[in-house]
């Protein structure tokens, strides 16, 4: 390498040095403005774009100047993502009130309806013919089965509407556990397992049966049971015996047998978010018409009537 490679190698660097210099002395002087300064900050002469790309901040400013390029290239894509997006947002909002409307509109329907109902304004629903509703199921969330108040309510609004044989049901059994303080709010109510012959159901007493899954799974387990049982004695008493086939009236006869059939309800009030039967046993609910009354909290007398009137007139047919 001789002596004018080196000196202009020298030369090179030196002019890095400078023009690195001068812009840290501009960029401070910038600085100095932005914080209230009122001196002006020149720019110095021998800054131009070439010193600062060959200054050791070029590539800060390559990649400043790049996202400059890249927003101005994307900027109407950019503003067309914007406005389909504010367009859904627009369009989900309306839809959003709409059926917020409908729902509010048929809430109020539905309070103006129950208050007329229970106010006795309308007579067809003052004498409710409760000769189709021999037996009643109430089927309660076991979250608002809690509210023992509520359910007590229930309770004393059947009883002067005149229902004699209610079922009350919920899947973890919470209403069994609050027996006691139901029966202490309700003397004019009796268990089923309680009824005999000698206490007879009067006009003001009520027949109450407190269900849960429990009893459904120990019932089944029994009948399969006895089931089993009598197989193998018919089995052993006969020495040619064909396949044996369980059915579901075998069932049926076999929870009848051990008492644990009880009565199928002609119609269940289900209270509760869930439109289901909540796990009722279903070898109960064969002619049953289930009917959704939603939360418990927010029950009305008059939807309450309405739905049992409803059911006065339905006409069933039952197949062989």
């Given at each position: 390498?001789?002596?004018?490679?080196?000196?202009?190698?020298r030369?090179?660097?030196?002019k890095?040095?400078?023009?690195?210099?001068?812009?840290?002395?501009?960029?401070k002087?910038?600085?100095?403005?932005?914080?209230?300064?009122?001196?002006?900050?020149?720019?110095?002469?021998?800054?131009?774009?070439?010193?600062?790309?060959?200054?050791?901040?070029?590539?800060?400013v390559?990649?400043?100047?790049s996202?400059?390029?890249?927003?101005?290239?994307?900027?109407?894509?950019c503003?067309?993502?914007?406005?389909?997006?504010?367009?859904?947002?627009?369009?989900?909002?309306?839809?959003?009130?709409?059926?917020s409307?409908?729902?509010f509109?048929?809430?109020?329907?539905?309070?103006?309806?129950?208050?007329?109902?229970?106010?006795?304004?309308?007579?067809k629903?003052?004498d409710?013919?409760?000769?189709?509703?021999r037996?009643?199921?109430i089927?309660?969330?076991?979250d608002?089965?809690?509210q023992?108040s509520?359910?007590?309510?229930?309770l004393?609004?059947?009883?002067?509407?005149?229902?004699?044989h209610?079922?009350l049901?919920?899947?973890?059994?919470?209403?069994?556990?609050?027996?006691?303080?139901i029966?202490?709010?309700?003397?004019?109510?009796?268990?089923?397992?309680?009824?005999?012959?000698?206490?007879p159901?009067?006009?003001?007493?009520?027949?109450?049966?407190?269900?849960?899954?429990?009893?459904?799974?120990?019932?089944?387990?029994k009948?399969?049971?006895?089931?089993?049982?009598?197989?193998?004695e018919?089995?052993?008493?006969?020495?040619?015996?064909?396949?044996?086939?369980?059915?579901?009236?075998?069932?049926?006869?076999?929870?009848?047998?051990?008492?644990?059939s009880?009565?199928?309800?002609?119609?269940?009030?289900?209270?509760?978010?869930?439109?289901?039967?909540l796990?009722?046993?279903p070898?109960?609910?064969?002619?049953?018409e289930?009917?959704?009354?939603?939360?418990?909290?927010?029950?009305?007398?008059?939807?309450?009537?309405?739905?049992?009137?409803?059911?006065?007139?339905?006409?069933?047919?039952?197949?062989k």
């Open positions: 390498m001789n002596w004018r490679s080196k000196s202009k190698q030369s090179d660097g030196e890095q040095n400078t023009a690195g210099d001068n812009y840290l002395k501009w960029r002087q910038a600085q100095l403005l932005r914080r209230g300064s009122r001196r002006t900050v020149p720019v110095p002469s021998s800054l131009n774009v070439d010193d600062i790309l060959s200054s050791p901040f070029s590539d800060v390559r990649w400043i100047r996202m400059g390029s890249t927003n101005k290239m994307r900027g109407p894509n503003w067309t993502a914007r406005v389909g997006s504010f367009g859904l947002q627009l369009i989900w909002h309306f839809i959003h009130f709409i059926i409307t409908c729902y509109v048929l809430g109020l329907a539905d309070a103006v309806d129950s208050y007329v109902i229970s106010s006795g304004l309308l007579k629903y003052n409710l013919n409760l000769g189709k509703l037996y009643l199921a089927g309660v969330d076991s608002e089965a809690r023992t509520k359910v007590i309510k229930l004393q609004w059947l009883s002067d509407i005149g229902m004699k209610v079922c049901y919920d899947e973890e059994g919470v209403l069994k556990k609050s027996k006691d303080a029966l202490e709010k309700l003397s004019h109510v009796r268990l089923f397992e309680e009824t005999d012959e000698k206490l159901l009067d006009k003001k007493n009520m027949n109450l049966e407190l269900a849960s899954p429990s009893d459904g799974k120990e019932a089944v387990a009948a399969a049971n006895l089931l089993f049982t009598k197989h193998l018919l089995k052993s008493a006969t020495e040619d015996q064909g396949e044996n086939v369980f059915t579901e009236a075998n069932m049926s006869e076999a929870l009848r047998a051990l008492g644990c009880g009565p199928e309800p002609d119609l269940l009030l289900v209270y509760g978010p869930a439109r289901c039967h796990g009722f046993p070898w109960r609910l064969r002619y049953t289930i009917v959704h009354m939603g939360p418990l909290k927010s029950m009305k007398h008059g939807s309450l009537m309405k739905a049992i009137y409803k059911f006065t007139l339905v006409h069933q047919n039952y197949g």
